[in-house]
């Protein structure tokens, strides 16, 4: 080819490639390059033994790649150099190349690849590099790679350092146990947003080896990220298990057998981030028998097996619990149980599995059902373990009760939302937890361990028992999540964990869900959420109410609750309403009031009359022997009482023989709504999480708490043992007789962090 020839059909595909980027593949140029191009080009081309390829980065306006053969002399990086030199201008580097440090030479079967790392003010800049390709004799450019940037260093007057850099990066992928010593690397961040210095940690695990990007002038972790290669697997599981994903309530376990159904019942589905080791360990899981020598092992990671093979639930754990982490970090959480999760299946004949903080494994046990066979019971332990590494320690005051309502929230809130999206049918009745394992104990249709939709109102149906106590709190979060959806209550729920210590009790944990929902979305929740947790006695921090001075209506009622022999029943839980249609505000007199109190119930009252507004806030605790009480203020023209009884002694409940509307000016200091929640200047990361495309239709506004349409507000079953003691330190209640005095309402306010100065009852 003459060289003219060969430059005409250059400068042709030059300019293709700048229109498409791709190699080159036709001389038929659709736009024409710079002139500079052509003579920069021009210049390559003549020094080439041979075609010259180059595929043109349009947005730097240079070359991303040449190849050819190129003449060159002397030892192999000053050739490199040499040729780099010679067309800086063209490649856009200094004219000494300079800034390009010689890090890696290595010989392959083409040649010998140089590798320059390029540098800015002494600094590298992360992830761009300069190849240069040889020719085995070494005495040609065969190939150049361009990937570097034209930049300036950011001034950082005072770094953080390489100390406080990787504390920083420790404490983001939850200080495990280290393999290896770490690296502090200070360099130039081209590629999370605007270019910043920032330090490059390694930290190796045994499970991962974490790069955390740590800001230089700021300390901000800016990005993590696993660098350990991970593979797929495929297997076969139940999701959530066989009962849920059927509807089947017949199923049994058949000691431990296998049938039609229940192969039928498994899917065929993908077992990510393994190690590629051959058995099921990866980077959020570690599942394995006790006896290591059974452990299912497989060179091409297929591990499908029925339900009486017990690698099967090897398998089981893996998957949930790999699935799990996964979703936690699509939330936004890159650090809650961001870590290998042991999980030991088939661990003895008990029907019982468990947490341990002390070696941090999950254990399941074989008797019945296998443990591990319910997707269900595999989240509900991952629970506890989620809750141990949120907050060390965990477990005094009411947390053992809030770990088991945790536990099957998690279940019933994952599943619900990840079966669907694996494409897995939902589950039959999702407030059902662990429907498979419960058939061999549980007489209920369909069976059930527990129900995230028990009625249960707190302190009424505590009885110490924590499992029995956890269902009032998940039945809290499960109504919560119903009010608002799947990912913001999943969100404010384990993030309010972090706000916690180690004896928290309902109230301060309800609260804390409150206080997230504020941190996280600027409080746009709090009102569904505070009414939810109301409703199940959770959340005993009062309403301040209106402070109108003037009655403006009165209205003759005559409203109690219903009595059998002058007396009200057992485990009950009776609302009745009253209104006082267009008022602005409205409070109620009591003609009566009588409900058990004991030194044994929680702050001394067995029985207690709860007064909410028509939406469901809470604004007043009554309970004792009392005659002639005015209420507080209610906003609005409604007032709904409900009476809450616990297990043993009856009294005659309440009278309402009035309703009066409130008006006037109220005094200036009055207390201001909290619905107004402050704004949150700088929302969080955690407000740009990925949205979850397969969230289950759960935004229905909450359900009502005058129990007349919501069957969750029925009366509970039959008769149980006394009540045991609450330890909760918030709340309040009336007790005593007779009007209590203004001291008796101060003291109540201010236990529960708030106070108005009240002007004298009209």
């Known amino acids: 080819m003459a060289q003219m020839s060969r430059f005409t059909w250059l400068a042709a595909a030059v300019a293709f490639v700048a229109c498409t980027g791709d190699d080159l593949t036709s001389d038929t140029a659709t736009a024409v390059p710079a002139p500079a191009a052509y003579r920069s080009v021009a ?24 190849t050819g053969e190129f003449a060159v002399t002397g030892a192999p990086e000053a050739a490199a150099r040499g040729f780099l030199r010679t067309h ?43 190849v240069v390709t040889l020719s085995p004799a070494g005495d040609r450019v065969r190939a150049v790679q361009l990937n570097h940037e034209a930049v300036a260093a950011p001034a950082v007057p005072r770094p953080i350092g390489d100390a406080a850099a990787l504390a920083r990066a420790r404490a983001q992928v939850g200080a495990p146990a280290e393999i290896m010593a770490p690296t502090v690397e200070r360099g130039v961040d081209l590629d999370h947003g605007a270019p910043r210095q920032a330090y490059r940690v390694t930290v190796a695990a045994a499970r991962a080896t974490w790069e955390v990007g740590v800001d230089a002038a700021t300390g901000a972790v800016v990005w993590t990220r696993d ?35 229940l192969d039928a019942a498994r899917f065929t589905v993908t077992l990510p981030n393994l190690d590629g080791s051959g058995v ?34 090897e398998v089981m754990a893996y ?80 947390e053992g009760a809030m770990g088991e309502g945790f536990g099957d929230y998690l279940a019933g809130s994952f599943e619900q939302v990840q079966a669907p999206a694996a494409g897995h049918p939902q589950p039959a009745d999702p407030a059902c937890v662990a429907d498979w394992d419960a058939v061999s104990y549980d007489t209920r249709n369909p069976p059930c361990l527990r129900r995230l939709d028990e009625p249960k109102h707190y302190p009424e149906d505590a009885d110490g028992e924590v499992h ?40 301060q944990a309800a609260n804390a869900i409150l206080t997230a929902d504020d941190m996280l979305f600027a409080g746009a929740n709090r009102l569904a959420l505070r009414r939810a947790l109301y409703h199940h006695g959770l959340l005993r921090t009062l309403v301040p109410g209106p402070a109108f001075p003037t009655v403006v209506n009165t209205q003759t009622v005559n409203v109690g609750n219903p009595v059998t022999g002058g007396l009200y029943a057992n485990n009950a839980d009776d609302t009745q309403t009253v209104t006082l249609a267009g008022a602005t505000a409205v409070r109620v007199h009591f003609a009566s009031l009588a409900t058990e109190t004991a030194a044994s119930c929680f702050a001394g009252a067995c029985d207690s009359v709860y007064l909410f507004d028509a939406n469901g806030d809470l604004f007043q605790i009554l309970s004792g022997t009392m005659t002639d009480v005015t209420s507080v203020q209610v906003p609005g023209d409604t007032i709904r009482a409900r009476l809450v009884t616990n297990r043993t002694g009856q009294r005659a409940g309440y009278r309402i023989d ?14 201001q709504p909290i619905d107004a929640a402050a704004a949150i200047d700088a929302a969080p990361a955690i407000d740009a999480a990925p949205v979850i495309d397969a969230a289950p239709v759960i935004d229905a506004p909450p359900p009502p708490v005058d129990g007349s349409v919501d069957p969750i507000d029925a009366a509970v079953g039959p008769d149980a043992a006394d009540p045991g003691k609450g330890d909760e330190s918030g709340g309040c209640c009336q007790t005593g007789s007779g009007a209590p005095p203004a001291s008796t309402l101060l003291v109540i306010g201010a236990a529960l962090g708030w106070w108005r100065r009240r002007r004298p009852r009209a």
């Open 658 to 671: 009035r309703i009066e509307a409130m008006g006037g000016v109220q005094p200036i200091d009055a207390a």
């Open 468 to 507: 029995d106590d956890g269902e009032m709190w998940s039945a809290g979060l499960w109504r919560a999540r119903t009010a608002v959806g799947a990912d913001v209550a999943d969100r404010v729920i384990i993030e309010a964990h972090e706000l916690l210590g180690t004896t928290a009790t309902f109230d």
């Open 88 to 130: 800086a201008a063209l490649f856009r580097i200094a004219p000494e190349a300079k800034d390009l440090a010689l890090v890696t030479t290595r010989r392959g079967l083409t040649g010998t690849h140089l590798r320059f790392q390029q540098r800015v003010d002494g600094l590298p800049v992360f992830d761009r590099q300069v």
């Open 227 to 261: 660098r350990n290669v991970n593979a797929n697997g495929t297997g076969m599981v139940f999701d959530t298990n066989a009962v849920a994903s059927t509807g089947n309530t017949a199923l049994t376990d058949n000691n431990d057998a296998t049938s039609a159904a």
């Open 43 to 66: 210049a390559l081309d003549a020094a080439a033994r041979g075609p010259v390829q180059v595929r043109w980065d349009v947005a730097r306006d240079r070359p991303a790649a040449v």
């Open 319 to 398: 998957y949930h619990l790999d699935r799990a982490q996964t979703r936690i970090q699509a939330l936004g959480f890159t650090a809650v149980n961001n870590r290998v999760q042991v999980a030991v299946v088939n661990d003895g004949n008990q029907d019982n599995s468990f947490y341990s903080p002390a070696n941090k494994q999950l254990s399941f046990g074989a008797g019945g059902v296998d443990d591990a066979e319910d997707g269900e019971v595999v989240l509900h332990e991952y629970g506890h373990s989620i809750q141990d590494n949120q907050v060390p320690g965990w477990g005094g005051g009411m």
């Open 280 to 313: 099921l360990r990866g980077t959020y899981a570690d599942a394995r028998p006790t006896n290591a020598g059974q452990r299912a092992t497989s060179a091409t990671l297929t591990f499908n097996y029925d339900r009486a093979d017990n690698r099967f639930e």
